[in-house]
């Protein structure tokens, strides 16, 4: 005799609403904002504001892996939002090494870059999280 399938808690239900509860949706706002904020101040930084050598670096591509996330994160992709909390950490610890190694600008370009994967960081976990106890809860709903 076979158990019936049981969907997993991070795809969505039949019956789900069609928009997100409040505390999802700011998460997912908070989560755009801080990787579009991460994109522009990569490009920002490596093109015009210290870049390595004038004119440009080509550093600037290291902005690449970022533009994938962003179609995910406004489709709402759940993988998208776990693989991105820790990729971060990449950007993360680049900004740690360039915060504490560069001076002036550069160095408070890097700080604003760690404030922001932390942001983004932060704000992925807890959209996981709000998504994953609202299916749950979904689904202890509907079995009653």
Known sequence: M????????SQAAPNAPAHPAPHIAQSRAA???SLLGLIVLGLAWELWLAPLRPGGSWWVIKIVPL???LPGLLKNRMYTY???SLMVWLYFTEGVVRATSESGLSAGLATLQVVLCVALFVACTLHIRLRLRDA???KTDTAA
């Open 2 to 9: 076979t158990e019936p399938s049981v969907a997993h808690a």
């Open 31 to 33: 989560a755009v904002a």
């Open 67 to 69: 533009l994938p996330a």
């Open 82 to 84: 776990r693989w991105l």
């Open 136 to 138: 749950k809860a979904l």
